[in-house]
């Protein structure tokens, strides 16, 4: 058990961040909505924080995940392509690299293979 809790300590603890998050933001939303009910002479129901809760969620969630998924398409197509990092970056290096050792009078496939 202690393996596997270290193994995912990452996800664990980003778990636990959000659901402590989201817990706060239950109570504080909670408070909110008891306060203006009040304010406007309504009944402070289970049902009304409820949908309230999860239309804030909701919301919430949506312009997040724009945000991040944006963030991801636009930097997969627009910033990363080419990149060292990239296979395309790569092959480009491997090519300038077989280049010079061509001119030095080296066979790039030595490499390649069992000479070294």
């Known amino acids: 058990m202690r393996q596997w809790v270290r193994d995912h300590a990452l996800g664990l603890t980003f778990v636990g961040l959000f659901l402590a998050t989201w817990a706060g933001q239950a109570v504080v939303q909670w408070f909110e909505y008891a306060q203006d009910q009040e304010a406007h002479h309504q009944a402070v129901t ?60 080296i066979d790039p496939d030595y490499f390649d293979g069992e000479g070294q």
């Open 46 to 105: 289970g049902g009304g924080y409820l949908l309230t809760f999860g239309r804030a969620t909701l919301e919430n969630w949506q312009s997040e995940f724009l945000q991040l998924a944006s963030f991801v398409i636009f930097s997969a197509y627009l910033i990363y392509r080419g990149s060292p990092e990239s296979k395309d970056g790569q092959d480009r290096l491997e090519a300038k690299v077989d280049q010079l050792l061509r001119e030095h009078n």
